[in-house]
């Protein structure tokens, strides 16, 4: 392997670990919240996470479903309703389990809470995944079942992925091959090695096509064994192979890819993760509310003292966790598509690895959760792309058992006494 | 510094002290209790008295000094070690084993002084069943003495007030510690209740031959029944002796009624 | 004031030394065995005795999870991770032993042979969950209760993805001979370990219950009992009163993965073929439903939760799928009203309305006893 592919191949790595990283710290964000305010794990909170990948997806369906058009040609501000109503979903939720589960166990021993906690995760684990109506109940079409929780499905693309950094080496009009799965360009095409070439065109709509159908942007990927010249005319094989003489005539773009692609809902969860993350910064540090929260952090009793109304504050920092865990619930279907039913091992995982996240960076502290959650995605992404891929989920377990031995406070967190 | 004083001493603090962040708990905390002892801390609120408790009995580790219980070095060591070196201690807010029988909550302590192996134990071997037999022998001798025999199965959390006080001492001496630390044993007693303390206080320390260090609240108490008193006021030791010489001290009485900041001299009377 | 020591001394022989106390109840376990042997076959038909084998296997890994979460009040949330230990260790030994010593599974002629691997995989999965619970309970014990129940819901979860990593089984002698120590990789994957003979018939399963429960009373109502409790009801003051927190609360740990490595290995020989979701957390809250709802501490609690959140769902089929949501409501139920569970940390016959149904009888054995 070329040391350009391998340099790209790291840098692939790594930017996967960053768009991934800023999920986990999302979550991680309302491990650590909750856990500055009450001093208790939330382990319902992956399970908010998961209530509001499953509210995105249904929205995502529904909506499209209604307004009768395809989840990839959605208008932006179906994503925006369908994002919205995930935070709404999940803030919710995060205020009635504060409000009717741990409410009523303040000042109770820690067991107590611990054992609420696991109580109200399943309870929300195993509500998702009761049978919901089925096709034939619900009165035949599939548009009207509400997908929800009891199997796994894929999330709507509701913004498209593209590579943003592609550079177009030709264009032209196309001439139809000779045969089945080949085309002809009409400029020459220089193909370089461990470079991948697809050709981009419009395919205007069928002939049978109802009044109103859309022209659509159709992919070919150019198959080639040797790098070099491809003149002007020569026939070259694509795949999809599809028929020539759909394809004659049509205006094309021939995209060479970039070595280290770089993608669009990448840049959006990394740019979104981190914008979350400033305006949590601002809120906690520079903000009134932010203030009583950090004193309720320090001590409920005396911040209730100094007329800070705690359960107010506490209630609050539910929701803003619970909404950080819907946006990273948002963003993370659109880079893996199936979403598991919410009993399912693997949110169990993530909900674990968001936590060690937290953990990591030091329980209770902001900035630690948004560190761990980056250094957790790099050990993962990195070990599984240069050790083993398939103990991906280990290595996260040995940094936390790790952690727990040398620095149990974490990278960034305080030893906390206990008062005797 | 004296040999005489060192080897004298049972419980021999010197210069302990603990920083949380950049507040100074407790800074350069001396201290020498002699075997059979009876002295007194005392301080206003948050003087760093507790603090001072826990850095002997190895709840908070010291950042500083040393500390020798019998000439042995204690201050690295964990709080069940240190309890094993012979030092027990109650608490302000009391903490016993609330779901725990009276009986139980004393014969834990005794727990210390037995052998426990888990063989033993699932076999109920002869030396097991002999160890359970004595730690309850020694327990109920232990509750006799402070009137509790008599609640021995009741659980700790349903005394009353007075009785979990007295509960407390008894399980720190069922540890048969050398030196008992008593944490504001008259905390929430009314005056007829903290005579018989202060009684009952003396006549532990004749009776099981220890060394007793008391921080109390009530100076009449512990100007009445403390050999010596050390003051202690944000962190530091502002003053130690003879409890006249304690009243006397101007600093003593600025800690506590502190000092009218227009006004020259110092305001207020006796302590 | 006489020391303990010297107390110890004045204790006559006579009261120290009692074999009755010592052996009695190691025979009694065994008549229990022998009369559920016996008996059930005459009661009920062969569903309800394999229910009643499931049932058996419960009870011991509630009554193991208890001296961890109830005794020392350690949450501990990866009891299933130290049965699957378990269950794997022992059904591997029962099922490659087999192939290798005799060349088939599960052959009437190799019947006794068969029972005497069981019991040397059920020993060697007690061993090697006990290994397991040691290597996770050291660095977590020492730590804040919380994170105790993270570590171990995350050791549940790996195991249960390096099993389902696992290779396909070998199913003949020569192939296990061919293995070697790489038998280790040869579990199964995700669908499970097949083929495992049910030799643990009820005989066994309620020997080791009934071992079981007096292992767990043995120790609560001892002087390690009372330090464990102690831990759980306060650790400063036990650490004050000379309990040394790591030591007590590491002991309860690895002797509660010891016994659910010992649940495990009955449970892969009762004809349910282990697989990884069984290491998963849903499984480990099964055994912690059992051990909340029948009271932290309790022994009788976690038997009678074992007995009647078995049966329930096999009385009630219709119910099954909302069995989990029910259970989940009724744990965050009694955190409201009940917080000590059922029992709370006492014995069935240790509670008031209990006593109070045989008040005569009991009072006057009592009286006798003294």
Redo the contacts between chains.
């Keep these: 392997m070329g040391i350009r592919i391998r340099v790209a191949d790291f840098v692939q790595t790594l930017i996967a670990a960053i768009a991934v990283g800023s999920l986990y710290a999302l979550v991680a964000l309302g491990y650590t919240l909750v856990y500055g305010v009450l001093k208790f794990i939330n382990f319902a909170h992956s399970d908010i996470f998961v209530l509001g990948t499953w509210t995105s997806l249904t929205a995502a369906v529904v909506i499209t479903n209604k307004m009768g058009i395809e989840p990839e040609h959605a208008p932006w501000w179906v994503a925006m309703c369908v994002f919205l109503l995930a935070i709404a979903m999940c803030a919710t939720f995060g205020y009635c389990i504060e409000r009717f589960a741990y409410r009523p166990l303040r000042g109770a021993p820690r067991l107590n809470v611990l054992i609420t906690a696991i109580g109200v995760s399943l309870l929300l684990q195993n509500v998702g995944q009761l049978p919901g109506k089925t096709v034939a109940e619900s009165g035949g079409s599939p548009a009207a079942t509400i997908p929800f929780g009891a199997i796994p499905r894929n999330m709507p693309a509701l913004i498209e992925d593209r590579v943003l950094n592609e550079t177009s080496v030709a264009e032209g009009t196309m001439a139809g091959g000779s045969k089945r799965g080949t085309v002809k360009l009409d400029q020459n095409l220089t193909i370089e090695a461990e470079r991948q070439y697809r050709i981009e065109y419009v395919k205007p709509p069928a002939a049978d096509a109802p009044a109103g159908a859309q022209s659509s942007i159709e992919t070919l990927n150019v198959v080639v064994a040797e790098p070099g010249t491809i003149a002007a005319g020569e026939e070259i094989s694509t795949q999809p192979r599809r028929n020539a003489k759909d394809v004659e005539g049509t205006k094309y773009r021939v995209l060479r890819s970039p070595l280290v692609p770089i993608r669009l809902i990448d840049v959006l969860i990394v740019t979104g993760s981190i914008g979350l993350m400033i305006g949590l910064q601002i809120l906690v540090f520079k903000t009134k509310l932010g203030r009583a929260m950090r004193a309720v952090s320090h001590s409920v009793e005396t911040a209730s003292l100094m007329g800070i109304n705690t359960n107010a504050v506490i209630s609050f920092t539910f929701v803003l966790g619970s909404a950080l865990a819907a946006a990273a619930a948002f963003l993370y279907p659109l880079k893996y598509p199936l979403v598991n039913q919410t009993a399912h091992g693997i949110w169990v995982l993530l909900g674990l690895k968001a936590f060690v996240a937290a953990v990591v960076g030091g329980i209770g502290n902001v900035r630690g959760a948004v560190l761990g959650g980056f250094l957790i995605a790099l050990i993962e992404f990195f070990g599984s792309r240069y050790v083993s891929t398939e103990l991906r989920d280990v290595y996260v377990f040995g940094l936390l058992i790790l952690v727990l031995l040398l620095r149990p406070s974490g990278l960034l967190g305080?030893t906390a006494?206990e008062k005797? | 510094m004296s040999t005489a004083e060192s080897t004298t001493a049972l419980l021999d603090v010197r210069g302990i002290g603990i920083s949380?962040?950049g507040l100074k708990a407790v800074q350069d905390f001396s201290i020498a209790l002699p075997p059979r002892g009876l002295y007194g801390l005392i301080g206003p609120n948050g003087a760093g008295k507790?603090t001072a408790f826990?850095l002997l009995?190895?709840?908070?580790t010291t950042q500083t000094g040393m500390t020798t219980l019998a000439g042995k070095r204690i201050e690295t060591l964990?709080?069940?070690q240190i309890?094993?070196a012979g030092i027990?201690?109650t608490?302000q807010n009391i903490?016993?084993?609330?779901?725990?029988s009276v009986l139980?909550n004393v014969?834990?302590?005794?727990?210390?002084?037995?052998k426990?192996t888990?063989l033993g134990?699932?076999?109920?071997?002869?030396?097991?069943?002999?160890?359970?037999?004595?730690?309850r022998?020694?327990a109920m001798?232990?509750l006799s003495i402070f009137g509790l025999e008599r609640v021995a199965d009741e659980s700790a959390r349903n005394l009353p007030y007075g009785d979990q006080r007295r509960l407390e001492i008894c399980?720190?001496l069922a540890?048969?510690p050398k030196v008992l630390l008593l944490d504001e044993p008259a905390a929430g007693m009314n005056p007829t209740e903290k005579v018989e303390l202060a009684e009952s206080i003396r006549a532990i320390r004749d009776?099981?031959g220890l060394a007793i260090l008391l921080i109390e609240h009530d100076m009449g108490l512990v100007m009445k029944i403390c050999e010596r008193i050390t003051v202690l006021d944000h962190g530091q030791t502002i003053c130690s002796g003879t409890p006249s010489q304690v009243q006397n001290d101007p600093k003593v009485i600025e800690a506590y009624l502190g000092v009218e900041e227009t006004a020259e001299g110092v305001v207020g009377g006796a302590v | 004031?006489?020391?303990?020591?010297q107390?110890?001394q004045?204790?006559p022989?006579k009261?120290?030394?009692?074999w009755d106390?010592?052996l009695l109840p190691w025979v009694a376990c065994i008549v229990v065995a022998l009369v559920v042997h016996f008996a059930s076959p005459v009661l009920v038909n062969e569903y309800w005795q394999n229910v009643l084998r499931r049932v058996g296997v419960f009870v011991i890994a509630a009554v193991s999870l208890n001296i961890v979460n109830g005794y020392a009040g350690q949450f501990s949330m990866g009891h299933a991770g130290f049965m699957a230990v378990g269950a794997y260790v022992a059904g591997a030994t029962t099922y490659y032993g087999s192939l290798l010593l005799h060349g088939s599974v599960n052959d009437p002629n190799f019947y006794y042979q068969g029972i005497g691997l069981m019991l040397g995989g059920i020993g060697l999965g007690c061993v090697v969950a006990a290994i397991a619970g040691y290597l996770v309970g050291l660095p977590s014990l020492r730590l804040r209760g919380d994170y105790l129940a993270i570590v171990t819901l995350g050791f549940g979860e790996i195991i249960r993805v390096m099993l389902e990593l696992t290779k396909g089984q070998l199913d003949n002698a020569a192939a296990v001979k061919d293995a070697g120590a790489k038998l280790l990789i040869h579990l199964n994957g995700p669908s499970g370990f097949f083929g495992i003979p049910s030799y643990a018939n009820l005989f066994w399963i309620f020997l080791f219950v009934s071992v079981t429960c007096l292992?767990a009373y043995?120790?609560k109502y001892?002087?390690?009992g009372?330090?464990l409790?102690?831990i759980r009801?306060?650790e400063?003051?036990?650490?004050?009163?000379?309990?040394?927190?790591t030591k007590y609360k590491v002991?309860a740990f690895v002797?509660a993965a010891a016994l659910g490595g010992v649940a495990g290995g009955l449970y892969s020989h009762i004809g349910a073929n282990p697989s990884p979701t069984d290491a998963g957390f849903q499984r480990s809250f099964d055994v912690i439903l059992l051990v909340v709802l029948g009271g932290l501490?309790s022994i009788s609690g976690s038997v009678l939760a074992a007995i009647v959140l078995i049966l329930l769902p096999e009385v009630l089929r219709e119910a099954q799928q909302y069995r989990l949501i029910i259970f989940a409501l009724l744990l965050i139920i009694m955190m409201i009203v009940r917080p000590k569970g059922l029992f709370?940390?006492k014995e069935i016959w240790e509670l008031d309305w209990f006593t109070g149904w045989f008040s005569g009888k009991r009072r006057e054995r009592k009286a006798g006893a003294k």
């Design positions: 305080s006494r005797v | 949380f962040g507790t826990n009995t190895g709840v908070y964990k709080p069940h309890a094993a027990a201690r608490f903490r016993l084993f609330g779901e725990l139980d014969k834990l302590a005794c727990h210390l002084r037995g426990h888990l134990t699932l076999l109920r071997s002869p030396r097991f069943v002999a160890q359970e037999e004595a730690m022998l020694q001798e232990l399980r720190a540890t048969q009776r099981f | 004031m006489k020391t303990l020591a107390h110890q004045d204790v022989g009261v120290a030394t009692r106390v010592m292992i043995r120790i001892s002087s390690t009372r330090a409790l102690s009801e306060d400063i003051a036990a650490r004050s009163m000379g309990v040394d927190l002991r002797l501490g709370g940390v």
